[in-house]
């Protein structure tokens, strides 16, 4: 076995949780790698990464819809991204325990077009960023909080132990996050700190909406299922084909005037079956004056 197909092995066997921290990662160094080399060569490698971040302007947005997810997968450096994985890997494990794999991605991809519709929405609507320039987002802290605040929300007395502190309520943990988000807010990054706070807003509906029955995130799963359906291959049927003959057209209609001419067909052909297995002496006298007179027609 090569290496290739030992590291595809691998991935199959990770939890959605660690695919996606192994994606992250990959994504962060394969663009920390294009950048080294883009310097080595005197060249910009920015006009690469423009094309995956999520920007203020709704024009924008429409040259390059799929950025309202592909910024979710992309950090800034090295601190970005570290937080967003070990938040990600310890609040992921209980997701998955209580509300199953399959809506991990239901929730970080709704989270993240949470996180960047309240981003967009914002710089455009409160005077605060009228004067900003240039602004985009990136980052899978809105998807990372959507997955924390859906967990908490869904098992709010849950207690887990933190280093140094003790046991601690996990709505305590998720608190302490959103409340961070709000204070810094003036302080700077505040296109990040809104978009963590869209996530954390579709986190807290789905999760209590969950609670009571309805899953408002079922529509997203269908549409996933549908989209890895198209790159399926098909199975192929397990029956056999038969090859029939085409009749040609003479042979159709000599079929068809047979027909017509020997409506008895069917007793005829009993007949003569009859004869095959136990000769003509076996037939009785009604039989041969049938058999005679159908001769005749």
Do not use: C
């Not at 937080?83 to 989270?111: D, H, Q």
């Not at 929405?121 to 987002?137: Q, T």
């Not at 909080?145 to 998720?174: D, E, N, Q």
């Amino acid at each position: 076995m090569s290496q290739i197909d030992d590291l595809k092995l691998k991935f199959k066997k990770f939890t959605i949780i660690e695919k996606l921290i192994v994606i992250n990662v990959v994504v962060f160094v394969s663009f920390y790698l294009l950048n080294t080399f883009a310097f080595l060569f005197n060249a910009s490698s920015g006009f690469l990464m423009d094309w995956f971040v999520f920007p203020k302007e709704f024009n924008d947005f429409l040259t390059k819809p799929w950025s309202i997810i592909t910024y979710a997968f992309l950090h800034s450096g090295f601190w970005h991204i570290a937080s967003n994985m070990i938040i990600l890997y310890f609040s992921g494990r209980y997701f998955v325990s209580y509300l199953t794999g399959k809506r991990v991605l239901t929730v970080y991809f709704l989270g993240a077009i949470f996180g960047a519709l309240l981003y967009m929405l914002s710089y455009n609507l409160f005077p605060a960023f009228s004067e900003v320039g240039d602004s985009v987002l990136l980052g899978a802290s809105a998807s990372v909080m959507a997955i924390l605040i859906a967990t908490a929300t869904y098992i709010p007395h849950m207690s887990i132990r933190l280093m140094f502190i003790g046991s601690v309520k996990f709505w305590w943990i998720a608190a302490f996050f959103v409340i961070l988000d709000i204070i810094q807010i003036p302080a700077g990054n505040a296109g990040g700190h809104i978009a963590h706070l869209g996530g954390a807003l579709f986190g807290y509906l789905y999760a209590s909406q969950l609670k009571k029955g309805n899953d408002i995130g079922s529509w997203f799963e269908k549409f996933m299922d549908a989209i890895v359906s198209l790159f399926k291959p098909r199975k192929k049927s397990p029956l056999k084909t038969v090859h029939k003959a085409k009749k040609s057209k003479n042979a159709a209609k000599k079929t068809s005037s047979a027909t017509v001419k020997n409506p008895n067909q069917a007793e005829i052909d009993a007949i003569l079956d009859k004869i095959s297995k136990s000769g003509y002496d076996s037939l009785t006298k009604q039989e041969k004056d049938f058999l005679f007179k159908a001769g005749k027609d």
